[in-house]
């Protein structure tokens, strides 16, 4: 059996170990740190978010591509699951290939924390403490149906993010799973940072003009954790008034 060892170019091997540790050193200087890429405490490494993938995308000239692995839509039982296969190509050759799935059983689609629950809420309840110490109820998401298209989203980022990850050992840089397993509810005590109610909470707008939340839920460019929150602060008014006994909230 013949010994790789034997037939390793170490100069050539020392120039490609430089390039990658020049390539790094390049990419951490144009990420941006909760923008690009977040730290999570008490983790090894930090977490690269969809727009670091992105911009380490353009800058490898890189094309991605995507082919389903699995669509399930079942409409019936209230299941729907996506898994892609994401390519990169470089000059019409694949450099890298990752993959990713998501479905509406996961934790962030499948319930919802609200403040209170309907007296006519019919379903099964769960009694949780926030982070804050406040006290809220995590309830089935019967209406996972507007989720569908996020879900999908998410498993193409998944597959996207993991193709990235394999390109130039960024792996040793970045993690994914970090952010897709730690828990993301949404938090209605985000402070705005933009628009008419810049530095006001979700659940400050939310009490003095709840349309503009189903703008913010409604808007293509809002982020999905700010438009889970209006969604959450959205059904839990609706929850009060419910008057239809067949359903779970409305």
């Not at 040793?172 to 940072?193: G, H, P, R, S, V």
């Amino acid at each position: 059996m013949e010994s790789i060892i034997e037939n390793i170019d170490l100069e050539l091997l020392q120039k490609n170990v430089k390039k990658i540790s020049d390539l790094h050193s390049l990419i951490q200087n144009v990420l941006k740190k909760d923008y690009d890429y977040g730290i999570i405490p008490g983790t090894a490494k930090p977490t690269l978010l969809k727009p670091g993938a992105e911009k380490i995308c353009m800058l490898f000239e890189l094309t991605p591509k995507y082919e389903f692995l699995q669509n399930i839509e079942d409409y019936s039982n209230n299941f729907f699951s996506y898994s892609f296969k994401c390519s990169l190509y470089k000059n019409e050759n694949v450099v890298s290939e990752g993959v990713g799935s998501c479905n509406s059983k996961e934790k962030r689609y499948r319930y919802l924390l609200v403040n209170n629950l309907s007296s006519n809420y019919s379903g099964e309840s769960e009694k949780v403490q926030d982070k804050y110490g406040n006290i809220k109820y995590r309830i089935e998401n019967i209406e996972i149906y507007n989720y569908i298209n996020t879900i999908l989203k998410m498993a193409k980022k998944r597959a996207f993010v993991d193709a990235i990850l394999q390109v130039a050992s960024l792996s040793e840089m970045f993690t994914q799973d970090i952010e897709d397993l730690t828990d993301l509810e949404a938090d209605n005590n985000f402070k705005m940072n933009f628009g008419k109610y810049k530095g006001k909470t979700l659940e400050e707008i939310y009490k003095e003009d709840k349309s503009y939340l189903v703008w913010l839920k409604n808007n293509e460019k809002t982020d999905e954790k700010i438009k889970k929150a209006c969604d959450n602060l959205l059904i839990e008014e609706n929850a009060k008034d419910v008057n239809d006994g067949n359903k779970l909230y409305q």
